[in-house]
């Protein structure tokens, strides 16, 4: 089946950018994406591109490029359901925050109701493809709902897990290592297949596009975010003991990712990783093999994620002892919230942590970050449910300009890697902070010879 009809549920961070390039690289095929929440909808449509909601390098030019020619953004779901021959399911899948599996599996009732919608609205065959990331065996929850329309459309389910990176969502898309995509094995499952390949084709190489079974196209999804975030904290478990030894951790990662078998990347030390996939896919992860009885690979699995948390608490613990035993009523200033550079997304960044360990040693925070708002961090911490919202407000101010954020502070922390801060007065900086002036560098992007000659007390993570 030749596609010309696109349709995308979630307008999110990754429903969003991944629809931007397929519109632009497919003129030929229509692309809307729908959501329910109307702001983000009206956002996407704003008629200054640079308004969109998310912020990615290079995305504002994509969608300026396609925008009202072939890419739509819309909240009339049904309308763009029956439409499509095509339907990607880009929705939330967030840790469940209530009954069973509480904490750990993945909440699937917003994939449900799209299954339900899709079911509901079609009167003709479609493909349905998993673009969120999902339990293995999802598909099957999924085909049960379709199957049961009573109207004899018959639906595909394929699964195609995304594989972008927040801060890099457009490159990635362009240039992506590979694209994977699993169908069923019959006729028509490899026919669906072939209609998805055929769209990627436009512009990936067909030796980088992978077809696989389902179960493997789920669980690789899952797998990759595990391994990945499995050499943060391998790399993280050993910062502190290079701290304990005189080593420096970013040697150690730099003479151990010249072994062309473990590779140069994601061997950077850090304050702990964050963003929504690691966590909540690892935890994902830890579920499904407990739900099978497989418990010693749920706690192999699970030790990434008590590192992080520790890798975490060791950061803002560090900040506690070096200040004297106590932050009480100190200036404490946070250079970057988003869980990294080059985004304004921050679910899980470890600054949110940080920030209420700190809070709770009753310290001032004070927050600059080039891409997030006041309100944000304010809900961010006010989501932890630590506190009274009053409190979180007395306690944490932000600042457009990160030089009046340093102002007076009795210690600098940096939480985000941004370029910019590289680039900083640092004299001017630290002439204006209480002394000694202590600066935290929970990214190790500074020069430690530098800031220490300026006369900063200067530490960083891993050495
Ligand atoms: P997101 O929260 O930014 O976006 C999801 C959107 O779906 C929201 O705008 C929400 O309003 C909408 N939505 C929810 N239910 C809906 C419904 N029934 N009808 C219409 N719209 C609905 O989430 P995201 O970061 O884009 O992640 C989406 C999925 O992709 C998740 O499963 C995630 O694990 C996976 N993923 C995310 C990334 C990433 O970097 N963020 C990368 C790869 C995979
Ligand atoms: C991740 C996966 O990389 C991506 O393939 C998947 O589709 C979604 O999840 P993302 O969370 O957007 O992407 O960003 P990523 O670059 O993986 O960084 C995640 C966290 O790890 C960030 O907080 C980052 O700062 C941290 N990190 C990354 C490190 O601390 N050290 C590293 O070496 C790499």
């Not at 469940?96 to 699937?108: R, V």
């Given at each position: 089946m030749k596609i010309t009809k696109i349709c995308c549920i979630g307008a999110g961070y990754v429903g969003g950018p991944t629809m931007a390039v397929i519109a632009q690289k497919c003129p030929h095929i229509q692309v809307t994406v729908v959501d329910l929440n109307e702001e983000r909808i009206a956002a996407w449509n704003d008629?200054?591109?640079?308004?969109?909601?998310i912020y990615e390098p290079g995305l504002a030019e994509v969608v300026a490029d396609a925008r009202g020619r072939n890419l739509f953004f819309s909240t009339d779901v049904d309308k763009a359901i029956a439409e499509a021959q095509v339907i990607f399911i880009s929705v939330n899948t967030p840790t469940?925050?209530?009954?069973?599996?509480?904490?750990?599996?993945?909440?699937?009732k917003f994939i449900e109701l799209c299954a339900r919608q899709i079911a509901r609205v079609s009167k003709e065959d479609k493909i349905v493809v998993e673009k969120s990331t999902l339990p293995v065996r999802t598909a099957e929850a999924i085909k049960s709902i379709l199957d049961h329309t009573g109207n004899g459309v018959q639906f595909q389910i394929l699964s195609n897990p995304e594989f972008l990176a927040e801060g890099t969502a457009v490159t990635d898309l362009l240039n992506p290592d590979r694209i994977l995509i699993g169908g069923d094995a019959s006729d028509e499952g490899q026919k669906a297949i072939q209609s998805l390949v055929e769209v990627y084709g436009n512009w990936v190489s067909k030796d980088k596009i992978l077809t696989t079974n389902v179960w493997s196209s789920e669980l690789s999804k899952l797998t990759a975010n595990a391994f990945l975030a499995q050499r943060i904290s391998s790399i993280n478990a050993m910062s502190e003991l290079c701290e304990k030894t005189g080593a420096d951790v970013n040697e150690v990662a730099k003479a151990i990712g010249m072994d062309s078998r473990i590779g140069?990347?994601?061997?950077k030390a850090s304050v702990g990783f964050g963003g929504s996939c690691f966590q909540k896919d690892i935890l994902n992860l830890v579920y499904i093999a407990k739900s099978y009885g497989l418990n010693e690979v749920a706690d192999y699995w699970e030790q990434v994620i008590i590192m992080n948390d520790y890798q975490k608490r060791r950061f803002s613990n560090k900040i506690v002892q070096t200040l004297y035993n106590t932050v009480s009523g100190k200036k404490i200033t946070f250079?970057?919230?988003?869980?990294?550079?080059?985004?304004n997304d921050t679910r899980e960044s470890a600054a949110i942590y940080v920030a209420d360990d700190l809070i709770n040693e009753q310290a001032q925070i004070a927050v600059f970050d080039p891409k997030v708002s006041q309100k944000k961090v304010l809900a961010d911490l006010n989501y932890?449910?630590?506190?009274?919202s009053d409190k979180n407000e007395d306690s944490v101010t932000s600042f457009e300009d990160p030089y009046q954020a340093c102002k007076g502070a009795h210690a600098i922390a940096i939480l985000t890697e941004w370029d910019a801060f590289t680039e900083y007065n640092w004299q001017k900086i630290y002439d204006s902070m209480q002394k000694p002036a202590f600066l935290f560098d929970?990214?190790?992007?500074?020069n430690a010879q530098e800031l220490r000659a300026i006369g900063f007390v200067y530490q960083a993570i891993g050495s």
């Open positions: 008629k200054d591109v640079n308004n969109i909601p469940k925050t209530y009954g069973k599996g509480k904490g750990m599996a993945a909440d699937l140069a990347k994601f061997l250079l970057g919230w988003a869980f990294k550079k080059d985004t932890l449910e630590t506190r009274s929970g990214r190790n992007i500074l």
